[in-house]
């Protein structure tokens, strides 16, 4: 599967961005999908998840609140909403899909995009 992440960009501190994710694979429906994000000089770390029906959506605890993720199975696609940007949310951010069709969280995550670079000014 290939993975296109697109939105990123600098925006000011309380901002917010949308990013999207679209997946080459004609079961993208059938596939948990997430979002990570990786510093500099940080290790790559985990953002937000939904499942493969869009039901169940799961959050790390720095973006709960502030950053929302939702998926058209119609279009392929895995957005990110995130508003209340603070600096430290700047990184590379990067989609991600499960490794195993419709499975339940915790999800494996196995394929990954290019990633899109989010600056957030202070």
């Known amino acids: 599967v290939q993975l296109q992440a697109s939105g990123g960009g600098l925006v000011q501190a309380g901002g917010s961005l949308r990013l999207s994710c679209t997946a080459s694979?004609?079961?993208?429906?059938?596939?948990?999908m997430g979002w990570f994000r990786q510093a500099p000089g940080k290790e790559r770390e985990f953002v937000a998840a939904?499942?493969?029906?869009?039901?169940?959506?799961y959050y790390a605890v720095p973006v709960k609140g502030r950053f929302t993720i939702s998926r058209d199975n119609a279009k392929n696609t895995v957005y990110l909403q995130m508003n209340s940007l603070k600096p430290e949310d700047t990184a590379v951010y990067y989609c991600?899909?499960?490794?195993?069709?419709?499975?339940?969280?915790?999800?494996?995550?196995?394929?990954w995009g290019q990633g899109t670079l989010v600056t957030v000014s202070s």
């Open positions: 991600a899909r499960d490794r195993v069709f419709g499975s339940s969280w915790p999800f494996d995550f196995g394929s």
């Open positions: 694979n004609r079961f993208f429906a059938s596939y948990a």
């Open positions: 939904i499942s493969w029906s869009g039901g169940s959506t």
